[in-house]
C-alpha cells in the first residue's frame, strides 16, 4: 500500500521529494510511469531500423561502423526500459 495519496505525492514532489522506492510510489504514479517507460522504449526500438539505410548505404567504412553503433545504443536502450 502507498504511504501517500496522489494528492500528497505531488505536492512532495513539487517541494523536492525524490521517488526511489516502490513505497514512494501510489498506483497511479506507477501506471504512468510504466507507460512512460514502455513509450520511450517503443521509441527506441522503431528508431533503429531507420539507422540501418544509414549503415548500408555508408560511403565509408567508418560511416557503417557509426551507424551500426547507433543502431547498437538504441537497441540496448530499448532493453533496458522494456526490463525496468
Known amino acids: 500500500m502507498a504511504r501517500y495519496t496522489d494528492e500528497e505525492l505531488k505536492e512532495k514532489v513539487q517541494n523536492g521529494f525524490i521517488v526511489e522506492y516502490p513505497d514512494d510510489m501510489t498506483e497511479g504514479y506507477r501506471k504512468a510511469l510504466i507507460v512512460q517507460l514502455l513509450v520511450q522504449a517503443d521509441t527506441?526500438?522503431?528508431s533503429a531500423p531507420a539507422y540501418f539505410g544509414a549503415a548500408r548505404d555508408?560511403?565509408?567504412t567508418n560511416?557503417?561502423?557509426s551507424a551500426t553503433a547507433i543502431i547498437q545504443d538504441e537497441l540496448a536502450h530499448a532493453n533496458i526500459a522494456y526490463r525496468l
Open 58 to 60: 555508408a560511403p565509408s
Open 44 to 46: 527506441e526500438l522503431i
Open 63 to 65: 560511416t557503417m561502423v
